[in-house]
């Protein structure tokens, strides 16, 4: 299964949180402790258990181009040889 991290970056987000509704695994949410320049509450990964794919469905919803997405995908030649 392909494992993934995305990064935000805070100080363009607007909290508009349509990524927070594109994601399928549920592990971005909107701030509750903070602001950002611009007085939003910026998008979060809350994702402990690891569970983002890298989907980039996030990425593609977000309309103001905050959300940059790293995937890796485990190679399974190098599972079979082991």
Known sequence: MPKGRITINEDRCKGCALCT?????????????????KGYTPA???DPQGRCTGCALCAVACPDVCITVYRSVPNPQAAATV
Do not use: S
């Not at 695994?25 to 509750?32: E, P, Y």
């Open 21 to 37: 509704i594109a994601c399928p695994q549920g592990t971005i949410m909107l701030a509750t402790d903070r602001v950002n320049a």
């Open 44 to 46: 979060l990964l809350v």
